[in-house]
């Protein structure tokens, strides 16, 4: 290419799914520099006639899609990603971890680190691997190969070292947990079945809700943010044109969210990890008032009376009345009694984006199960009924059928993909119990592979670490997704694992020096996906589905190379090059993963690569295909659900079977405000001394802890708070009521504590929270003051809750929590730990690499 021509390549933006892209973008680049990212065009290479676009007709209005795609500001922005101030440049080893010698585990965290060569370094793994392998066996190598991260498919992350691995005779897997959906998961599989999440069917929900539906009920639910990582602006497009055709937008949630701000008729705040009271009060409402629908309660339904009996006190002597929820949710009688009767007099569907905080809570199994309740005495799946996902599944039915077995109307490049893939090897640990597992000396068991996508009787089955058979203690760790810490819940619990003698080695692939990357001993430079050539699907825009190339639009970066290319000097250290590469080169793997797509019957390789991209046309009929639970609503006993009866069950038959002595989850769903696991409640004493009730949101400026050093987005005042010292903290959001009673003003610097530690935020003062809560994001990027202690950037996944959802739910607990909240003098807290506070920022960007390099 000559000089100063610009070359445009097709990308996937995606930040959080396994080889499954989405959002396809154009990049422009110039003399081997990124210019821009951009929308891609679809009708480049293919006339609209061709892609037979879709349209919903309703109310007078026509919604149909762009024939551009619908990338969000994440995706305009990464090139500020690419060239961030934090990219590994080079092979990392903690200065102080001697494989000879002395290791050093306490200093994880706390040492700087030297610069190797790729040839040491992969010689330094291959050598801990045969080591820790051949002591103490295969499964002594964990591989934490799941979760956040860039969407590849041959490049990975997501677990291109476990095929290495499996070549060496076996690896333990952090087996991912269902993070958006635990509720659900744990809790509405049990009412309705569901899987693989337990969210509804989303079969035509738009042409539903557009025809039928008078009240959306966004419930915890923000549509503004929450897409922005996994498909783009339609779910905005969606809320906008919803509103135009007369549909009234509720928003039950604590705090006014983005899309409440711009889409709400009427905002509902309720105390965050409260809402199943809430639901009680309005189940109560129907049944006192008779406005439940009983002819479909007697055909579909499973002990609805036992539920009853509950719900008016029959059973305990407390009737769940608007009045007693108003005392422990906040939200006034009155407001309770008019929506449960608006909800009755008009079509409801309840709308979600993945998971709100309210499924990402302690006991967050009721609120899910409690929600299809409601559901179902209102007539699930009845015309516009229903619970609609805003994002991803909803046009999943609209498409030509593709001939492959997962799912049969999706192109995919599993052929072509090199991570793991939820299959489980012999031993496994659930992702929320790997610090347990480290810490503890005797072995732990819980029940389910934890990981979404099983069936509901999986949760029945009881696992253990070490496994009994061949099972071992693990010793070495292998990552290629480092943001456990600031992710998942109880992070400085993880630090204390990670710092554990026990774990001999850790090694972390990455592009970015961030998060759990400070704990390495080995740490790895990885390359954006924009330094790489690969195959990608946009399955979740809402747009069109459809396969493209994705170009290598740069070189890679400093010594960077792909998760995939970075396993490949590790087994050639192994000999086992040919054996985990199977003598493909990358351009193999991308015929690979287009032969077994379920496109190729459509278009040739050849022609594939010359278009770089094939849209999947609309199919013929689409609109006649039945929306959501319409077929189970008008035949039950033909189309029934994945409950043992084939019913709703409001009384879980598997549950009574199988738990018949668990307290925190109930056959019949109930409000359980603490227990053996949590205490997370301003109804327990513990809130004496933690008075507020913290929501920590899916970021608005971040996916996960992905994006936190976009200096684009951190001018603006909701992502950062530019303190008095210049650093820019992430915001907490206080009520005006509180603040002034604390003594807290706008741009002061407070801490968000409880006994698991402290993180520090810039207060934004503001009435889009409720009285008595508080609302910071998660998944700030870690800046430790003490490691596993405290925490200068606000990432308050290090003091959520240690404990799982609750005693046989071993899911994520990371909002709902009790916290302390107090201003804090900045000046005395550098003096107390200058070290920690004398680390390099740029000022824009924050931390940098610099900052942990010896010589950087």
Not at 370 to 399: S, Y
Not at 628 to 653: C, D, H, M, R, W
């Amino acid at each position: 290419m000559e000089k100063g021509q610009i070359q445009t390549h097709i990308k996937g933006l995606g930040w959080c799914g396994f080889g499954i892209g989405s959002n396809s973008a154009e990049v422009d680049v110039k003399d081997g520099k990124i210019l821009r990212i951009r929308p891609l065009h679809f009708d480049k290479e293919y006339k609209p006639e061709e892609m037979k676009p879709w349209k919903i007709k309703a109310r007078g209005k026509v919604f149909e899609p762009t024939m551009k795609s619908l990338i969000p500001p994440f995706s305009m922005a990464y090139k500020k990603r690419v060239y961030s101030p934090n990219r590994i440049p080079y092979p990392l080893k903690r200065v102080d971890w001697d494989p000879e010698g002395e290791r050093n585990p306490q200093n994880r965290g706390k040492s700087k680190f030297v610069r190797i060569s790729w040839d040491e370094a992969a010689e330094l793994i291959a050598k801990e691997l045969k080591r820790v392998q051949s002591t103490y066996g295969p499964c002594s190598v964990l591989a934490q190969a799941d979760g956040h991260g860039e969407t590849k498919a041959i490049h990975g992350p997501h677990g291109c070292q476990t095929g290495l691995l499996e070549l060496l005779g076996g690896y333990t897997v952090q087996a991912r947990n269902p993070d958006s959906w635990e509720g659900w998961y744990w809790g509405a599989k049990h009412v309705w079945g569901q899987d693989p999440v337990g969210q509804g069917t989303q079969t035509n929900l738009w042409k539903d809700v557009a025809d039928n539906s008078e009240i959306l009920l966004f419930w915890g639910c923000d549509p503004e943010t929450t897409t922005w990582g996994w498909s783009g602006q339609q779910a905005s497009r969606l809320c906008y044109w919803f509103t135009e055709i007369g549909i009234k937008s509720i928003y039950v949630c604590p705090d006014v969210n983005y899309g409440a701000a711009v889409h709400a008729d009427k905002w509902i705040p309720v105390r965050p990890n409260t809402d199943a009271a809430l639901q009680l009060a309005i189940a109560y409402t129907w049944i006192t008032e008779n406005t439940y629908d009983k002819g479909f309660i007697e055909t579909h339904t499973h002990g609805f009376n036992q539920f009853a009996d509950y719900v008016l006190g029959k059973e305990d002597g407390l009737p769940k009345t608007p009045g007693w929820a108003a005392e422990i949710c906040g939200v006034p009688s009155r407001t309770i009694k008019a929506l449960a009767r608006e909800w009755a007099a008009r079509a409801t569907t309840i709308v979600h984006c993945n998971g709100g905080s309210y499924v990402r809570a302690a006991y967050s199994s009721e609120p899910g199960r409690l929600e299809v309740c409601l559901l179902a005495m209102q007539g699930l799946g009845k015309p516009g009924r229903n619970q609609l996902k805003m994002i991803e599944w909803g046009l999943f039915n609209m498409f030509d059928q593709i001939p492959h077995p997962r799912p049969e109307i999706l192109p995919n490049v599993e052929g072509a993909y090199h991570g793991w893939y939820f299959t489980i090897p012999k031993q496994f640990i659930p992702k929320t119990l790997v610090p347990e597992a480290i810490l503890r000396d005797e072995p732990i068991t819980w029940y389910g592979t934890t990981i979404a996508g099983f069936p509901r009787e999986d949760q029945f089955i009881q696992y253990k670490y070490p496994a009994d058979d061949g099972g071992s203690e693990i010793h070495m760790i292998w990552s290629d997704t480092p943001c456990w810490t600031t992710c998942w819940s109880g992070g400085n619990n993880m630090i204390k694992a990670l710092r554990s003698p026990k774990i001999e080695f850790v090694v972390i692939q990455h592009p970015w020096l961030e998060n759990d990357c400070l704990f390495a001993d080995i740490i790895l430079p990885i390359n954006t996906k924009l330094e790489e050539q690969d195959i990608s699907v946009d399955v979740f825009s809402g747009q069109f589905n459809h396969i493209f190339h994705e170009g290598q639009c740069i070189e890679p970066l400093y010594e960077s190379k792909s998760d995939y290319e970075a396993v490949c000097e590790v087994a050639k250290k192994l000999g086992l090059y040919e054996e985990y590469t199977k003598g493909k080169s990358i351009e193999d793997w991308i015929k690979a993963g287009f032969e077994t797509s379920g496109v190729a019957h459509k278009i040739s390789y050849e022609e594939f690569r010359e278009k770089d991209y094939y849209m999947i046309p609309t199919a013929e009929g689409w609109e006649e295909d039945q929306a959501g639970f319409s077929p189970f609503y008008n035949e039950p006993e033909v189309n029934p659900l994945q409950t043992p009866t084939g019913k709703i069950e409001f009384y879980a038959t598997g549950l009574e079977e199988f738990f018949p002595d668990d307290k925190e989850r109930q056959p019949i769903p109930k409000w359980i405000p603490f227990g053996e696991s949590h205490q997370e409640s301003l109804l327990h004493p513990r809130s004496e001394k933690y008075p507020f009730l913290i929501v920590s949101n899916h970021p608005r400026w971040r996916v996960h802890a992905n994006l936190d050093d976009v200096t684009w987005f951190r001018e603006i005042e909701t992502c950062k708070v530019k303190g008095a010292d210049g650093y820019m903290y992430e915001p907490v959001w206080i009520n005006p009521v509180d603040a002034e009673e604390l003594g807290i003003h706008k741009g002061d610097i407070v801490k968000l504590f409880n006994e698991r530690g402290y993180v520090l935020g810039g207060a934004y003062i503001t009435e889009r929270i409720m009285p008595g809560v508080v609302y910071q994001d998660h998944g700030a990027r870690i800046d430790m003051i003490v490691p596993g202690e405290s925490d200068r950037s606000g990432a308050n996944n290090l003091i959520c809750p240690t404990m799982t959802t609750s005693k046989n739910c071993a899911g994520e607990v990371t909002s709902g929590y009790l916290v302390g909240v107090a201003k804090v003098d900045i000046n005395e807290l550098k003096a107390q730990y200058p070290e920690a506070f004398a680390k390099k920022y740029d000022p824009n960007a924050g931390l940098v690499v610099d900052s942990w390099i010896i010589g950087g």
